[in-house]
């Protein structure tokens, strides 16, 4: 019989058939075991609570304070979840092996990978110490490679668990708008951004057989530590304004649910995507009047 359903590729793999519609009050990720990287605060601490409420499971990583991480897990914990703080500096191998480890010692298996850990160390381009270039590129991109390696021998060991979801892993790397905005005095920022693009894309294409889906959600301007500069003054929040035609800030929340949905199988024939959650940023706003 020739395949031409996803219901006949499902039973000749012996695979379950694609998900019926999401019913209310599912946990469309109950069963699942996940790691978010960096998630003490900001972004990666509303993925962690999301995919929490969502049915997950939760290694909740940081990299300097633990109180913040522990913070996380209790409230992870007070909606009547489970998760376990582990610290980790992304940009170590040794550090990043270990983490992982521990997560598979916590909960036996793992199902979902947001990379999420990342910073910023803004200069002028003839200032920027190779300090400053490094350590944004060492985080950014080689942390997001050393997570999206291990999480990957993980899902390959492991293969599909039907229990939990028609695919073997789901790996998310949280990157930025900055992939494909240039950005005058973040050149750092920008080029490592620019690199999970094709990174992403790249594991994407070569994973995708073994049905491991691997995909990005690039944020736009969220209200988070890393840019209070940005939004904090009503004079920054009102020129920040000019970049977003969607007239708001994005809240971290906007981007769990975009994690939620592409860790679910909801999304299952979703790979290689960069999910710009972003309110608009990168449709040239500037073009809004002229041109
Ligand atoms: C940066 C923020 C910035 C936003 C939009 C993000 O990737 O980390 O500092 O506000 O992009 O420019």
């Known amino acids: ?28 990720l109950a069963g699942q075991k996940a790691i978010v990287t960096g998630s003490s605060s900001g972004i990666g601490r509303s993925v ?12 909740v990583n940081y990299s300097s304070s633990e109180a913040k991480g522990l913070e996380v897990v209790r409230e992870i914990e007070a909606a009547g979840g489970k998760a376990i703080a582990v610290k980790a500096d992304v940009s170590q191998e040794d550090q990043v092996q270990a983490m992982f480890a521990q997560a598979l010692d916590a909960f036996g298996t793992l199902d979902i990978l ?24 060492d985080v950014n991109l080689t942390g997001q490679f050393l997570c999206c390696r291990e999480a990957t021998r993980i899902f390959k060991r492991q293969g599909v668990r039907p229990d939990v979801s028609v695919a073997a892993g789901k790996i998310i790397c949280i990157s930025s708008v900055h992939d494909v905005i240039p950005w005058a005095g973040h050149v750092n920022y920008a080029a490592s951004k620019g690199g999970v693009m094709l990174m992403m ?6 994973l995708a057989p073994l049905r491991i889906r691997v995909n990005s959600i690039c944020p736009g301007a969220i209200r988070t530590p890393i840019n209070t500069e940005a939004w904090e003054t009503p ?11 969607y007239k708001r800030i ?6 769990a649910h975009a994690a939620i949905w592409l860790a679910s199988d909801y ?3 979703v790979s290689g995507l960069n999910l710009y959650v972003d309110g608009g940023m990168t449709l040239y706003p500037g073009f809004e009047s002229g041109g």
């Open 1 to 28: 019989m020739p395949i031409d359903t996803a219901a006949d590729y499902a039973a000749k793999h012996g695979l379950p058939a694609a998900k019926p519609p999401a019913q209310p009050g599912e946990k469309s």
């Open 48 to 59: 962690a609570l999301g995919l929490a409420q969502a049915g997950a499971d939760v290694v």
């Open 114 to 137: 947001v990379s999420n850990a990342g910073l910023q160390r803004d200069a002028a381009f003839d200032e920027m110490t190779l300090d400053e270039w490094r350590r944004v590129i």
């Open 201 to 206: 894309k790249s594991i994407a294409q070569e």
């Open 235 to 245: 004079e920054a929040y009102a020129s920040l304004m000019n970049l977003v035609p």
């Open 250 to 255: 994005g809240e971290p929340e906007d981007i």
């Open 267 to 269: 999304s299952d024939y």
